[in-house]
């Protein structure tokens, strides 16, 4: 067994123990016979060396196995030559999954199929000119090492009272609230108060004109233009109550702005939050258990709590992230050991205090613990939505071993495996069209 570094590896070489990336994540098994595709996924995840068997003389010498000193013409590589090695990085990361489950079992094999697809892009990238885009790291980062003296950790009410950011909230989002709450608003209140601020007004008009909103465009093509320019044409079409839970998902994004970057991309963060409310949103009209609109706003902030960890807890975060790395847990248990409460339970306590909707508040408090409701229903649909999200690997919130499915919720929810399938079909695309609704082509807003 030699130590060889990556940049040195030639195709043929084995493996002689398993490659990990400088953060623990497992990629491939000892024993693997590297091929060219496997150089360029060492090389991509930044790992500088690796244990080989000692190569064959031919090897050493630079000669292929037929005797020459150049490679044949390769074979175009394509997903099923990658298949094994997915295989193999899906395994570490569904740790936690019960794959006896015919539901996880078939969200797997899509994390496998979506895995394999990737690394065959890269490798066809490389062969054809020469460099490769490298395979995304996990993100966010592991997070600098907590600074020493953090002190005792505050109780979450403690949390959010002393943020000022969290108490004093934009006037249109109060105003929206009021219409949300108050039973004889109309339409037309909705459009007004939205329209007093002129970037929440353009978002919502973005959101209302994606593909995400196809389907209810179309049932009123024939009374409006296929571009939804006002805010009352979008309020006919997504309706007033609906339209103001979107906006008060929404007006609450720039509050978390300065997260410190090395905790988290918030790029990669909204993605997944995106990602987590579209799938939300498809799931509830599936099951007709709760509004659309709801589900999709309560996907968006699922994870808010864990941004004010972030922010306000740096330090005892940066340990619950290596944590969940280096040791067999997952980044939701770690918070549970560190903190005494996760990022649900004080996402759930934030919407209480900006008076959210109580379904809103429930369906994020509640998304990993499905023990404590009585009707499981509503948090299901984001517990289900986040482990989708999780499990294809879309955008992140800090957690990269996929946490548990619980059958209770695909129960209550009555999925089958090829529901699930249909769910995701074609739902990264759709993604990055509402990501490009509340981000238009500005990074520096994440």
Same mark, same amino acid.
């Given at each position: 067994? %030699?130590?060889? &570094? /990556?940049?040195?590896? #030639?195709?043929?070489?084995?493996? $002689?123990?398993? *490659?990990?990336?400088?953060?623990? &994540?497992?990629?491939?098994?000892?024993?693997? &016979?590297?091929?060219? =595709?496997?150089?360029?996924?060492?090389?991509?995840?930044?790992?500088?060396? %690796?244990? %080989?068997?000692?190569?064959?003389? +031919?090897?050493?010498?630079?000669?292929?196995?037929?005797?020459?000193?150049?490679?044949?013409p390769a074979?175009?590589? !394509?997903? +099923?030559?990658?298949?094994?090695? $997915?295989? *193999?990085? +899906?395994?570490g990361r569904f740790v936690f999954v019960d794959l006896r489950e015919e539901a996880a079992a078939t969200v797997f094999r899509l994390s496998v199929a979506r895995t394999a697809r990737r690394l065959a892009r890269a490798a066809a990238e490389e062969a054809l000119g020469g460099k490769s885009t490298p395979v995304p790291k996990p993100k966010p980062h592991d997070g600098p090492r907590p600074a020493a003296g953090n002190g005792p950790i505050p109780s979450p009410e403690d949390l959010l009272r002393e943020d000022p950011q969290l108490v004093s909230l934009p006037e249109v989002f109060a105003r929206i609230n009021e219409v949300l709450r108050d039973p004889k608003s109309s339409v037309e209140d909705a459009a007004r108060i939205i329209g007093t601020d002129? =970037?929440?007004?353009?978002?919502?008009?973005?959101?209302?004109n994606s593909a995400f909103y196809s389907r209810a465009s179309r049932a009123v093509e024939r009374r409006f233009p296929a571009k939804v320019d006002s805010l009352t044409r979008a309020v006919m079409i997504v309706g007033g109550k609906q339209l103001a839970t979107l906006a008060?998902? /929404? #007006?609450?994004?720039?509050i978390f702005r300065d997260i410190p970057p090395e905790y988290i991309n918030m790029k990669a963060f909204w993605k997944h939050s995106i990602g987590c409310g579209m799938i939300a949103r498809a799931l509830a009209e599936h099951a007709g258990v709760c509004s659309g609109e709801s589900s999709f706003v309560a996907g968006l902030l699922h994870d808010i709590g864990r941004l004010v960890l972030y922010k306000h807890l740096p330090g005892p975060s940066g340990t619950a992230l290596r944590r969940s790395r280096e040791e067999f847990t997952t980044l939701t248990q770690a918070e549970k050991e560190l903190f005494g409460f996760d990022h649900g339970y004080l996402g759930g306590l934030l919407l209480r205090k900006w008076q959210y909707p109580a379904a809103l508040e429930k369906m994020v408090r509640y998304h990993h613990d499905l023990s404590e409701p009585l009707f499981i229903e509503e948090p299901a649909v984001i517990h289900v939505a986040d482990f989708l999200v999780n499990a294809l690997e879309i955008g992140t919130s800090g957690e990269w071993r996929v946490p548990a499915l619980l059958p209770e919720a695909v129960e209550a929810? =009555?999925?089958?495996?090829?529901?699930? !399938?249909?769910? %995701? $079909?074609? /739902?990264?695309?759709?993604?990055?069209? /509402?990501? $490009?609704?509340f981000f238009p082509g500005d990074d520096a807003a994440l």
């Open positions: 067994m %030699v130590k060889v &570094r /990556v940049s040195d590896l #030639s195709p043929g070489m084995e493996l $002689a123990e398993d *490659a990990v990336t400088p953060g623990g &994540r497992f990629l491939m098994p000892r024993g693997t &016979r590297l091929e060219r =595709s496997h150089l360029t996924t060492l090389a991509g995840w930044g790992i500088g060396e %690796v244990d %080989v068997l000692d190569p064959p003389p +031919a090897q050493e010498a630079g000669v292929s196995a037929a005797g020459t000193d150049q490679p044949g074979e175009p590589l !394509k997903p +099923a030559d990658f298949v094994e090695q $997915a295989m *193999a990085t +899906a395994k002129p =970037s929440l007004s353009a978002t919502l008009l973005k959101l209302v008060l998902g /929404v #007006s609450v994004l720039p929810l =009555s999925l089958s495996p090829s529901d699930l !399938k249909g769910l %995701v $079909a074609g /739902v990264e695309e759709r993604i990055e069209e /509402v990501f $490009a609704s």
